[in-house]
């Protein structure tokens, strides 16, 4: 396996995709958008904060080509650009719940000893 190129993509996917998943409220938005377009006070008010922020948070996103714009008149809707990322979250999650599970069974085995 060649390091180099693989260093490049490995830097490329942390610029891109991982900074844009460092902030849980751009990952809490990835998923309201899963369930579909919506407008950024939609967003907003599931979230329970301020629009600023959302729309920030979704600069930030599309700067990253993860989620999609459409206009509607005067509104503009967002969606996911690849349905890919939710499922990659949801490998992600799965690992943490496999170790927090882990991590309660040896809660557990020394508890009971």
């Known amino acids: 396996m060649e390091i180099k190129p693989l260093e490049q993509e490995i830097n ?5 995709i991982c900074y844009a998943l460092g902030d849980p ?3 809490l938005i990835l998923y309201l958008l899963s369930e579909g377009g919506k ?6 008010e599931s979230l329970n904060v301020p629009q600023s922020t959302v729309s920030r948070h979704l600069r930030v996103l599309r700067e990253r080509e993860l989620v999609e ?5 005067t ?6 650009a690849d349905q ?3 499922e990659s979250l949801n490998l992600m999650r799965g690992i943490l719940s496999s170790q927090l ?13």
């Open 84 to 86: 890919r990322i939710i």
């Open 69 to 73: 714009t459409e206009r509607n008149g």
């Open 12 to 16: 490329w996917l942390h610029e891109r």
């Open 25 to 27: 409220k751009r990952i």
């Open 39 to 44: 407008c950024v006070n939609d967003i907003a």
């Open 101 to 113: 599970d882990a991590r309660a069974d040896f809660a557990n085995l020394i508890k009971d000893q």
């Open 75 to 80: 509104s503009i809707f967002y969606t996911l």
